[in-house]
């Protein structure tokens, strides 16, 4: 079945850490891969997205995520994060060739960021 | 000016009654769709439109039905409530890929 899952439940980090929250989706095909962003009692925003072409892609806010085919994964990082960075992150995929496919999310990874 | 908007952000209902959760988007986007956020379960697809057509339903129950009168409007109606449909629902909008989510109305059923 096609699924994407997100290992880490809870991340905390230091302000100024550097951080990466960890994404691997199952799926016999490349699909679209996105990462989105929740705060508290909020709608989602969409942080970045990968369609193909480089690997790496940059997001808002300093946000990037780097596909790989062979790990089957989409990991988002980020060099320092600051306090306002505390919220919870979705990494979602598209599975079929579709535009307007339905997205399947993880279950996402609360980050804390701590003095 | 907010792109999606879902009305009301806030929904307090009674077991078995209906309630219809408002949905209108100034993106331009041809295609629509509905998700539901539960403390159970994680974001669940449930219906995608595209040019005021169904698209695809993933959702069980008939009880969930998605209503478009206009392009930019997709609301949803839901009948014979249930405690377990407390959830979040949001609506999000695409046109390439890549959706567009909207705030949220948070119903609650008693």
């Known amino acids: 079945a096609q699924s994407v899952t997100q290992p880490d439940a809870r991340v905390t980090v230091s302000e100024g850490a550097s951080l990466q929250l960890r994404c691997k989706y199952s799926y016999s095909g490349t699909p679209y891969l996105f990462w989105y962003v929740q705060y508290q009692r909020q709608g989602l925003q969409l942080l970045l997205k990968y369609y193909s072409g480089d690997p790496v892609v940059q997001g808002v806010n300093g946000f990037e995520a780097e596909f790989s085919k062979s790990d089957s994964s989409f990991h988002l990082r980020k060099a320092s994060v600051h306090w306002s960075d505390s919220a919870v992150y979705f990494c979602?995929?598209?599975?079929?060739?579709?535009?307007?496919?339905?997205?399947?999310f993880g279950q996402g990874t609360s980050l804390s960021v701590v003095p | 000016d907010p792109k999606i908007i879902q009305k009301p952000k806030y929904l307090v209902a009674v077991t078995g009654s209906e309630k219809i959760l408002i949905c209108e988007q100034y993106?331009?986007?041809?295609?629509m769709y509905w998700y539901r956020q539960s403390a159970k379960k994680p974001l669940e697809f449930m219906f995608s439109y595209s040019y005021q057509k169904l698209m695809d339903n993933q959702t069980a129950s008939s009880r969930f039905q998605p209503q478009s009168s206009k392009k930019n409007h997709l609301d949803l109606q839901i009948t014979a409530l249930k405690p377990d449909d407390s959830a979040t629902y949001f609506c999000?909008?695409?046109?390439?890929?890549?959706?567009?989510f909207g705030p949220g109305t948070r119903l609650t059923v008693l």
């Open positions: 993106l331009g986007h041809n295609a």
């Open positions: 979602a995929a598209s599975m079929t060739s579709s535009s307007f496919s339905k997205l399947v």
């Open positions: 999000a909008s695409s046109q390439t890929g890549g959706e567009y």
